[in-house]
Structures are given as structure tokens and as C-alpha cells.
């Protein structure tokens, strides 16, 4: 049996060796974090880091070490992303609406250390990353409940920003008061006319009347000012910490699948994201204007082995019956195969662009 003096020095020099590798693999941290604020990137990659846990799992050959190598790989790959959150406080994140809105959710989700900047619309959030007075913007692409946000598609077809990312954030809907409010104190209810549409069994059910406004989120800021007991606002459970509201009742939406896709735009593309197994990319494109072109076009993106899961049109605003199409499909655009799509598209299309390559992203943990 080894001395437990030799046993403490051999450690140490492993320790030596291991801070040594923290220290390389921290400027690399570093490096990534500069890589994903010049792409607009969010700093958790969920699927990255499951394949990284997966890979490392399996190069432990003892299998009683692997748990424990399991909880390595994630307690560094934590350190690394609290360093990169560190790294990006200066980021900043635009997005339409106020602080507590559904939008201003996602991008805290995605973003959780970045500056986040209203704007009163899509196109003004969207333009302050063109001029660069922000990193990226935040903003939704379409409601499960509601369909396509048809302004922010008008903009994939005619800005110059690109998609790194796209993020499903479920929609709860709740009931917030003034404090010491309940459910039966409550006569009239004040949102935006899609949460009031969205709860409107709960409304009538409890017999409410509504008063429609501009924003959840100034919804319940109306009734933090009001400060009567008989009027409640449906919003999110975020609005009722900031505005210093009581949740009355949760989840009040009739679809509990209510879900909005968010989109992350930045004016660099990211073109290797395609490297994982997870991928998507958006094309919009416009069919020219002879027999068969658009069911050709769409052949093509099949041919190529391109699954795609979204297609819709919408018209042109400077002709009259013109239109453009959106398609998003599974793969890498930017591969071989995916270039020589675009490239055989254009025998049928008079305008190709690629909107983004990302992969789905989820929330930051906290």
C-alpha cells in the first residue's frame, strides 16, 4: 500500500495539470462567448451539452466512475456558462413590447444576463439590430393558437438579418389582482383581445366583463394603478412580480398547448449549426410566374432529402396577387447538398434567400 504522503503529491500534480486544462479551456469559453455575441447566440445549447455528456460518459471505462464523471461534465459545463454570462453583460437584446410581456420573457429565457431594449414595434426592434444599436432581437414568428405574425415574416423577406435560433415558449395565461383580491372580488378582466380570446371560457364562466388593452403586460400595470380589488388583468406571473400583483388564479388559458415560436435574429449568419443533428434553416423565395413553378421548387427542396415542417405564402406589397413563400425544413442549407438546392431553385425562382441555419434552443436554467 502506497504512503499517504506519495498518495497527496501524485493528486496535487494531477491538480497542477487539471488547472493548467481549466485555464486553456476557459480562454476557449472565452472565445466561444465572443463568437456567439457576433452571432446573436443565446449561451445555453441544451442539445451541445447533451452530446458533450454522452461523449464523455462513454470514454469512462470503469462504469462505477461514470455517474460521478456525469456530474464533472456538468458542474464545468455550469462554470462555463455562469463565465460567458459574465463575458456577454454587455449584450444587448431588443425586443417589442414592455418588461413583463410574453417577448420580453423569452429573450430573459434566452438571455438571461443581457441588457434587454423595448421597442414599440417588430419593424423599430428589428431595424435597431440593422443599425446596430443592438446584438440581436427577439421576436415571435407565430402562435399556435393565433397563427403567423405576418409583420415579422415581411421582414425575413425584405431585411437583412438572419435566424440563429428559434424558441418555443409556452403561453400561461394567469389572473392577477391587487393584493389580498380573490376570485370573487373580481368583475372585470383587462388584456390584449388574443389573451382575452384565449381565456374566454374562464371569463365566462365566472361572469366577467372585459376591457381590452394595447398589452398584458400594460394590462397589468393598469391594475396595479387602479388599485380596486374588482378588477383583475390577465397576464403572465412575471408581470405580477413586477408590477407587485397577486396571482388570483393559474393557467386560465383554454388551449394549455398555447405556445409561441420566438425567433433570434442577428445580422451575421450562423452557418454551423447545421453541424449538429438537430438542425433547421428558413428559405423565403418567390416562384416565378409560369405553370408549375412553385410545385417544382418545392420538388427540388424534396429531391435534396429536405424535410420540411412549415410552408406558408404572403403577398407581395408592391404587387397586387404577387406573393413570396416561407419554408423551413430539417438539415443543413449550407452543406453540399443543401447549396446546390438553392442553386437548382433558381431555375424556377426569382428570388432565393436564406432566412437562417439554427438549432431549437431552450431557456437558460437558472
Excluded at 493528486?11 to 472565452?30: G, H, K, P
Excluded at 449550407?334 to 428570388?351: I, P, Q
Amino acid at each position: 500500500m502506497e504512503d499517504l504522503k506519495d498518495l497527496r503529491t501524485k493528486l496535487t500534480e494531477i491538480d497542477n495539470q487539471m488547472a493548467d486544462l481549466f485555464t486553456r479551456r476557459m480562454e476557449l469559453v472565452a472565445a466561444v462567448a465572443e463568437y456567439k455575441k457576433h452571432k446573436g447566440l443565446p449561451i445555453l445549447d441544451a442539445k451541445r451539452e447533451e452530446q458533450v455528456i454522452e461523449n464523455g460518459i462513454a470514454r469512462i471505462k470503469d462504469p462505477a466512475l461514470r455517474p460521478y464523471y456525469m456530474t464533472f461534465l456538468k458542474d464545468t459545463m455550469k462554470v462555463s456558462r455562469s463565465y460567458q454570462s459574465k463575458l456577454l453583460a454587455g449584450v444587448r437584446v431588443a425586443y417589442c413590447g414592455t418588461e413583463g410581456a410574453f417577448a420580453h420573457i423569452a429573450a430573459s429565457h434566452l438571455f438571461p444576463a443581457a441588457e434587454k431594449v423595448a421597442y414599440t414595434s417588430f419593424g423599430k426592434a428589428y431595424e435597431a439590430v440593422e443599425k446596430g444599436e443592438c446584438d440581436c432581437a427577439v421576436l415571435p414568428v407565430e402562435n399556435s393558437f393565433a397563427g403567423d405574425v405576418d409583420q415579422v415574416n415581411d421582414l425575413m423577406f425584405t431585411g437583412h438579418l438572419f435566424i440563429n435560433g428559434m424558441y418555443d415558449l409556452a403561453v400561461t395565461h394567469d389572473l392577477l389582482g391587487v393584493p389580498g383580491a380573490a376570485l370573487a372580488d373580481i368583475k372585470t378582466v383587462v388584456s390584449h383581445p388574443q389573451a382575452l380570446s384565449q381565456c374566454a371560457s374562464f371569463i365566462k364562466e365566472n361572469g366577467l366583463a372585459e376591457i381590452e388593452y394595447s398589452n398584458t403586460a400594460l394590462a397589468a400595470e393598469y391594475v396595479k394603478e387602479q388599485n380596486d380589488r374588482s378588477i383583475a388583468a390577465i397576464a403572465s406571473a412575471e408581470s405580477a412580480k413586477l408590477m407587485g400583483l397577486e396571482v388570483i388564479a393559474r393557467s386560465i388559458n383554454d388551449d394549455r398547448a398555447n405556445t409561441t415560436r420566438f425567433a433570434v435574429f442577428s445580422a451575421a449568419d450562423n452557418r454551423k449549426s447545421g453541424n449538429s443533428g438537430n438542425s433547421y434553416f428558413s428559405l423565403v423565395f418567390t416562384a416565378r410566374n409560369e405553370a408549375g413553378s412553385l410545385a417544382e421548387a418545392l420538388a427540388i427542396i424534396g429531391r435534396h432529402g429536405f424535410n420540411m415542417r412549415t410552408l406558408r405564402s404572403r403577398p407581395k406589397h408592391e404587387l397586387l396577387w404577387q406573393y413570396y413563400f416561407y419554408v423551413e425544413a430539417a438539415g443543413d442549407i449550407y452543406s453540399e447538398n443543401g447549396l446546390a438546392c438553392v442553386e437548382e431553385m433558381k431555375s424556377c425562382c426569382d428570388k432565393i434567400k436564406i432566412v437562417g441555419s439554427y438549432n431549437e434552443l431552450k431557456q437558460q436554467e437558472g
